[in-house]
């Protein structure tokens, strides 16, 4: 194998096109070999090696190390399984699968063909993210009793699979899928109880809360939607300290506030590119090299909190 991995993308979606296609691109250890599109008159001449009309013959082609899926979110168990059985590495956007069990399945299929498959929470690679890791590792806020997690934004496009429960649609799935993410990132256990409520529209949740206990008392809650303005914050709150994220699922530049008795520190946060990060550090998994890539136990846990919450809708 080279030093560079080639990658397929099934689907030409809005995320590939906008970020994770131009992201493989600038990772130093990767390239974007071939995309399959059901409609391949939409994808621009010259960019890859390979355009093709169909998922399966993109899957058949021996060239391609790595496959990132962006696909409905009704489709990824069925194309992670093929894509595992092809042969391929698979990163797939978030949610995994639909349901606990999907991802569980997927995860034999990954274990059964030796292959890595991973969710994708781009998140998780910026410098903000290092940031929070780090106070909440240091002690400074003491023992964590809440933790308040929002992800909305205000949905415009009309005919959007985001509206298609057929598809997967809803916004629990769309953004809530990453408050679930970041409190399992920072408790590291499923909750003992949940509690949740929901304001829907053409069949699929647009504003949703969700209350979330753990056996040691402590109390979370997410809030996620796509009907209402936009909303990106997090805290974590302890015996001793209160540490203030804003935007903590972008990439940009800013400032985590970390409140103690002693009064506010500001702790700095770098620009960074995480789309590019997380694909040079699956690249670089896929090469045996140093990289970190989020574990499958990970995912099964955050779709085993997806389906509390469903189940207490």
Known sequence: MSDVINWGVLGYARIAKNSVIPAINRAENARVYAVASRNKAELPTGEWDQSYDDYATLLADDAIQAVYIPLPNSLHKEWVIRALQAGKHVLCEKPLGLTAAEAQEMQQVAVKHNRLLMEAFMYQYTDRVRVVKEAVESGE????????????????????????????????????????????????????????????????????????????????????????????????????????????????????????????????????????????????????????????????????????????L
Do not use: W
């Open 141 to 312: 806020l003491g023992d964590i009793r809440h933790i308040n997690v929002s992800f909305r934004f205000l949905l415009d496009r009309p005919n959007t699979i985001k509206m298609q429960p057929a598809l997967g649609g809803g916004s629990l799935y769309d953004v809530g899928c990453y408050p679930v993410n970041f409190i399992g990132m920072i408790t590291g256990r499923l909750p003992v109880q949940c509690k949740a409520l929901c304001e829907t529209d053409q069949g699929v949740d647009t504003n949703l809360s969700a209350l979330l206990q753990y056996d040691d008392g402590l109390i979370a809650n997410i809030h996620c939607g796509f009907n209402a303005f936009g909303r990106n914050y997090a805290e974590i709150i302890g015996t001793k300290g209160m540490l203030c994220i804003d935007k903590p699922f972008l990439d940009d530049a800013g400032t985590v506030y970390l409140h103690t008795s002693e009064g506010v520190r500001e702790l700095p946060v770098s620009e960074s590119d995480r789309y590019q990060a997380e694909i040079r550090n699956f690249s670089s998994a896929i090469l045996n090299e140093p990289s970190r890539v989020i574990p499958l136990e990970e995912t099964v846990r955050n779709m085993q909190v997806l389906d509390m919450i469903r189940a207490a």
